[in-house]
């Protein structure tokens, strides 16, 4: 059975810094690609980062670029999201994901699947 699990959320004051885990089972996290993506209230669901499994490349959503880093520990059979300058607009539930099939647009939800419960970023003072 696929399943990702993401931890790491916490409650934390503009201009910190979190880092969140998604842990993969059921199948070869490394051979898949892993997207990050986050649901604010009464917002739709949007992609984060993504991070390919073959090379590690990553892609970005403008809105974090330059401020969260994701990478992969594939012998843990997890990856991370460094998440760094956190704004209160990054407030969220934050959820990992693997495409459900061979092609997919890292910031589109669609193409992703299963969910988890997310894990809950709260950016205030």
């Known amino acids: 059975q696929v399943q990702l699990v993401e931890s790491g959320g916490d409650l934390v004051q503009p201009g910190g810094s979190l880092r969140l885990s998604c842990v993969g089972s059921?199948?070869?996290?490394?051979?898949?690609?892993i997207g990050w993506f986050r649901q604010a209230p009464g917002k739709e669901r949007e992609g984060v980062s993504c991070?390919?499994?073959?090379?590690?490349?990553?892609w970005y959503a403008d809105s974090v670029k330059g401020r969260f880093t994701m990478s992969r520990d594939n012998g843990k059979n997890t990856v991370y999201l460094q998440m760094n300058n956190l704004k209160p607009e990054d407030t969220a539930v934050y959820y990992c994901?693997?495409?459900?099939?061979?092609?997919?647009?890292?910031?589109?939800?669609?193409?992703?699947?299963?969910w988890g419960q997310g894990t809950q970023v709260t950016v205030s003072s």
């Open positions: 991070i390919t499994g073959r090379d590690g490349t990553t």
């Open positions: 059921g199948f070869p996290l490394d051979q898949y690609a």
């Open positions: 994901a693997r495409p459900r099939g061979g092609t997919y647009f890292p910031e589109d939800p669609l193409f992703f699947g299963p």
